[in-house]
């Protein structure tokens, strides 16, 4: 309860308790956990400092983690009976956190806890488990994610590092056979990893077999440098050098020259090759084991759609409280000059980013519960089709929801920078750090453009089980025929939004633009819309002599629209839903307003389709943008209380230009 001093005015008061219930409402089920964090994380040496060099940043970075491997938090994402402590959801909040401190601090963590530790928890069994995660969890055991490589990073299926099993010595040589197989970019590869989770082409040549066989991209422990830091031998590491941001993050090459690992250094949750070398696995599909295995790796993207968020909040934080003391040219009436956040044009930069980063912190509470629940509970049988098509929603709604976090992180970032002027360019002031840090969060963890084709996929097909290994004219023809029942069968309403949907007038033109039936209305009406004109453009480019890239091709554009049309609308239900479940009346009316702008802003962004398709007239267009105007005003008032309640540590916010 919050108590008024003699210092305190009763308005502040009612202020700094809308504060705390808006905090706690984007916090969502993990409320005390970032309180937690927070009480731990305000203070200011934790922020990357851009004067140091590569080494010495990278020095600091490692110290830190250090310190984070004594809090409890890098447990949580392993299961109790590997060592951990169960709490999926409580681990990517805390690397979420992350975000308001230092990007290559999360980063670090996110290699080491969530890819590394990841591989080990979800790749590998109970030898595995056993043998690496308490060392892990600790940092007595330091590893790198390597996938990546200098020819393949978005086409995991393509790598070309092989792991050949030679049954007389039962192990498996590792081996980079070509320049493009180098591994590439890797974090923790360049000074820090002791051992690396490897992903390869597994060769096989068991007693039945007439000659070696691929079996497909399969994880390998491999270590890669002894206890002092040395190459071992077969492996040689190299620096990526300086980078656009994330100084304190060693990315480095690694090329395997015939290195041998045992055998049991196969994480062989999914397949496993016996002593004579046969191979065997409970997947029977390959197709549907590779993508199987990479399900299990979502954490890591979830976890950067999250820390996108995080930094975006926090440079608009920092923007918000600059704009509030900024003044520039003479106020009329008045002797004082204009607050710069006072101006319209100001507003209409800050205030709609900061509803979009209300928005997606709500779906990613949603989407962060949802892993929680899939990878905390008991293992699901690989025949729990429930399961699996929860996996794969997940999957969707992770990808989607990581495209748009990072393109809101990297532009919103941008836009604070501008908002400062010539402050927001000086790394005193964080925003320039942070837009250099933050810009590689769009293409790692899944490039965004072939993230949102993923989602279109999914839309397109329901990874209906029918769709399973058709070519892609194939896939197109399925479409064709399906993709409506997709989409009603996907976007099924909760009972709030199915509620606000029955409030409001079909006719979207003679319906209020201000009900939220009525815009639920139009962001479904649009993802229907791209999703059935897909789908007849899909099927009129096939034929029996159709190409199947130029089919698929030639509908990219239209794929990439349905997804971003769809993700923009899962997150406008999670709003509302979040809204619904809040009790004090003076933060639902805020955050109504708030969802509001979210959605004028995002039909203003898009008034040109909503136009060329008659969803919109002409006048009603011009609501929009008057719409806009209209919510900035009235939510200026509140600019400072929606900020603080995203809850950065007072100490993480420490600017020049602000002291």
Same mark, same amino acid.
């Not at 308005?11 to 409402?25: G, I, K, N, P, Y």
């Not at 905390?376 to 990808?399: I, M, T, V, W």
């Not at 840090?437 to 999914?458: H, M, P, S």
């Not at 809204?579 to 995002?602: G, H, N, Q, R």
């Given at each position: 309860?919050?108590?008024?001093?003699?210092?305190?005015?009763?308005?502040?008061?009612?202020?700094?308790?809308?504060?705390?219930?808006?905090?706690?409402?984007?916090? !969502?089920?993990?409320?005390?956990?970032?309180?937690?964090?927070?009480?731990?994380?305000?203070?200011?040496?934790?922020?990357?400092?851009?004067?140091?060099?590569?080494?010495?940043?990278?020095?600091?970075?490692?110290?830190?983690?250090?310190?984070?491997?004594?809090?409890?938090?890098?447990?949580?994402?392993?299961?109790?009976?590997?060592?951990?402590?169960?709490?999926?959801? !409580?681990?990517?909040?805390?690397?979420?956190?992350?975000?308001?401190?230092?990007?290559?601090?999360?980063?670090?963590?996110?290699?080491?806890?969530?890819?590394?530790?990841?591989?080990?928890?979800?790749?590998?069994?109970?030898?595995?488990?056993?043998?690496?995660?308490?060392?892990?969890?600790?940092?007595?055991?330091?590893?790198?994610?390597?996938?990546?490589?200098?020819?393949?990073?978005?086409?995991?299926?393509?790598?070309?590092?092989?792991?050949?099993?030679?049954? +007389?010595?039962?192990?498996?040589?590792?081996?980079?056979?070509?320049?493009?197989?180098?591994?590439?970019?890797? /974090?923790?590869?360049?000074?820090?990893?002791?051992?690396?989770?490897?992903?390869?082409? =597994?060769?096989?040549?068991?007693?039945?077999?007439?000659?070696?066989?691929?079996? /497909?991209?399969?994880?390998?422990?491999?270590?890669?440098?002894?206890?002092?830091?040395?190459?071992?031998?077969?492996?040689?590491?190299?620096?990526?050098?300086?980078? /656009?941001?994330?100084?304190?993050?060693?990315?480095?090459?690694?090329?395997?020259?015939?290195?041998?690992?045992?055998?049991?250094?196969?994480?062989?949750?999914?397949?496993?090759?016996?002593?004579?070398?046969?191979?065997?696995?409970?997947?029977?599909?390959?197709?549907?084991?590779?993508?199987?295995?990479?399900?299990?790796?979502?954490?890591?993207?979830?976890?950067?759609?999250?820390?996108?968020?995080?930094?975006?909040? &926090? +440079?608009?934080?920092?923007?918000?409280?600059?704009?509030?003391?900024?003044?520039?040219?003479? @106020?009329?009436?008045?002797?004082?000059?204009?607050?710069?956040?006072?101006?319209?044009?100001?507003?209409?930069? =800050?205030?709609?980013?900061?509803?979009?980063?209300? +928005? =997606?912190?709500?779906? $990613?509470?949603?989407?962060?519960?949802?892993?929680?629940?899939?990878?905390?509970?008991?293992?699901?049988?690989?025949?729990?089709?429930?399961?699996? @098509?929860?996996?794969?929603?997940?999957?969707?709604?992770?990808?989607?929801?990581?495209?748009?976090?990072?393109?809101?992180?990297?532009?919103?970032?941008?836009?604070?920078?501008?908002?400062?002027? !010539?402050? !927001?360019? %000086?790394? +005193?002031?964080?925003?320039?750090?942070?837009?250099?840090?933050?810009?590689?969060?769009?293409?790692? #963890? /899944?490039?965004?453009?072939?993230?949102?084709?993923?989602?279109?996929?999914?839309?397109?097909?329901?990874?209906?089980?029918?769709?399973?290994?058709?070519?892609?004219?194939?896939?197109?023809?399925?479409?064709?025929?399906?993709?409506?029942?997709?989409?009603?069968? &996907?976007? @099924?309403?909760?009972?709030?939004?199915?509620?606000?949907?029955?409030?409001?007038?079909?006719? %979207? #033109?003679?319906?209020?633009?201000?009900?939220?039936?009525?815009?639920?209305?139009?962001?479904?009406?649009?993802?229907?819309?791209?999703?059935?004109?897909?789908?007849?453009?899909?099927?009129?480019?096939?034929?029996?002599?159709?190409?199947?890239? #130029?089919?698929?091709?030639?509908? $990219?554009?239209?794929?990439?629209?349905?997804?971003?049309?769809?993700?923009?609308?899962?997150?406008?239900?999670?709003?509302?839903?979040?809204?619904?479940?809040?009790?004090?009346?003076?933060?639902?009316?805020?955050?109504? &307003?708030?969802?509001? =702008?979210?959605?004028?802003? @995002?039909?203003?962004?898009?008034?040109?389709?909503?136009?060329?398709?008659?969803?919109?007239?002409?006048?009603?267009?011009?609501?929009?943008?008057?719409?806009?105007?209209?919510?900035?005003?009235?939510?200026?008032?509140?600019?400072?209380?929606?900020?603080?309640?995203?809850?950065?540590?007072?100490?993480?916010?420490?600017?020049?230009?602000?002291?």
């Amino acid at each position: 309860m919050t108590v008024t001093d003699a210092h305190t005015s009763p308005e502040d008061t009612t202020r700094s308790e809308l504060v705390a219930d808006l905090e706690r409402t984007l916090d !969502g089920r993990w409320h005390e956990l970032r309180e937690y964090i927070r009480a731990h994380m305000d203070r200011d040496d934790l922020l990357p400092d851009p004067s140091l060099g590569i080494e010495d940043a990278r020095d600091v970075t490692f110290a830190h983690l250090r310190e984070l491997a004594d809090l409890d938090f890098a447990a949580a994402g392993f299961r109790p009976e590997h060592g951990g402590t169960g709490d999926v959801g !409580g681990a990517i909040t805390a690397i979420e956190m992350l975000g308001y401190a230092d990007l290559s601090l999360m980063v670090k963590a996110g290699v080491q806890w969530g890819l590394f530790g990841g591989a080990i928890e979800n790749l590998g069994t109970a030898r595995h488990h056993d043998a690496y995660v308490a060392d892990l969890i600790s940092l007595d055991l330091l590893g790198c994610f390597a996938m990546t490589e200098t020819g393949h990073g978005s086409n995991v299926q393509a790598l070309q590092t092989t792991a050949t099993y030679d049954p +007389a010595t039962q192990e498996f040589v590792i081996d980079s056979p070509t320049p493009s197989a180098r591994k590439d970019y890797i /974090g923790g590869g360049a000074r820090d990893a002791r051992v690396a989770a490897v992903f390869a082409q =597994l060769i096989t040549a068991g007693p039945n077999d007439s000659e070696p066989t691929g079996q /497909g991209v399969h994880c390998f422990v491999v270590p890669i440098r002894d206890e002092a830091g040395a190459d071992l031998p077969g492996v040689t590491t190299s620096d990526c050098g300086v980078k /656009g941001g994330l100084a304190g993050v060693d990315n480095g090459r690694i090329v395997f020259d015939h290195v041998r690992v045992p055998r049991a250094n196969l994480l062989n949750k999914y397949a496993d090759v016996e002593p004579d070398g046969t191979y065997t696995s409970p997947i029977e599909n390959s197709n549907r084991r590779f993508f199987t295995m990479l399900g299990t790796l979502i954490r890591g993207r979830i976890s950067v759609a999250a820390t996108g968020g995080s930094a975006a909040r &926090k +440079a608009l934080t920092i923007a918000t409280r600059y704009a509030e003391q900024r003044r520039q040219f003479d @106020a009329p009436d008045s002797d004082t000059e204009m607050l710069v956040m006072d101006y319209r044009v100001h507003q209409r930069k =800050l205030l709609p980013l900061i509803a979009k980063s209300y +928005a =997606l912190q709500f779906a $990613q509470n949603e989407v962060t519960a949802e892993l929680h629940e899939l990878q905390s509970g008991p293992e699901p049988s690989l025949e729990d089709k429930a399961f699996a @098509a929860r996996q794969r929603q997940l999957e969707s709604a992770a990808a989607g929801l990581k495209a748009m976090s990072t393109w809101h992180a990297s532009h919103a970032i941008n836009v604070c920078r501008e908002a400062c002027g !010539g402050a !927001g360019y %000086l790394a +005193a002031n964080q925003l320039s750090t942070m837009r250099g840090d933050i810009d590689v969060f769009t293409t790692f #963890e /899944g490039d965004n453009t072939v993230l949102t084709q993923l989602v279109g996929k999914e839309l397109l097909t329901a990874y209906a089980d029918d769709v399973q290994g058709l070519s892609t004219v194939g896939l197109a023809r399925f479409v064709a025929g399906m993709a409506r029942d997709v989409f009603l069968e &996907k976007s @099924a309403a909760r009972q709030v939004v199915q509620t606000l949907l029955n409030s409001s007038d079909e006719d %979207l #033109e003679k319906s209020d633009l201000t009900n939220r039936g009525t815009q639920l209305r139009l962001f479904r009406g649009r993802e229907e819309h791209l999703l059935r004109t897909a789908a007849t453009r899909m099927r009129r480019a096939t034929g029996d002599d159709a190409d199947p890239f #130029e089919v698929y091709n030639s509908a $990219q554009d239209h794929i990439l629209k349905v997804a971003s049309a769809h993700t923009e609308r899962v997150v406008l239900e999670a709003f509302i839903e979040a809204i619904d479940d809040v009790d004090s009346p003076e933060t639902k009316e805020l955050l109504w &307003k708030v969802c509001d =702008l979210y959605v004028y802003s @995002a039909l203003e962004n898009d008034l040109g389709w909503f136009l060329m398709h008659r969803f919109v007239s002409v006048e009603r267009a011009k609501s929009i943008r008057r719409g806009v105007n209209d919510l900035c005003e009235e939510l200026r008032p509140h600019a400072r209380t929606l900020v603080d309640a995203f809850g950065v540590p007072e100490a993480l916010l420490k600017t020049e230009m602000m002291a």
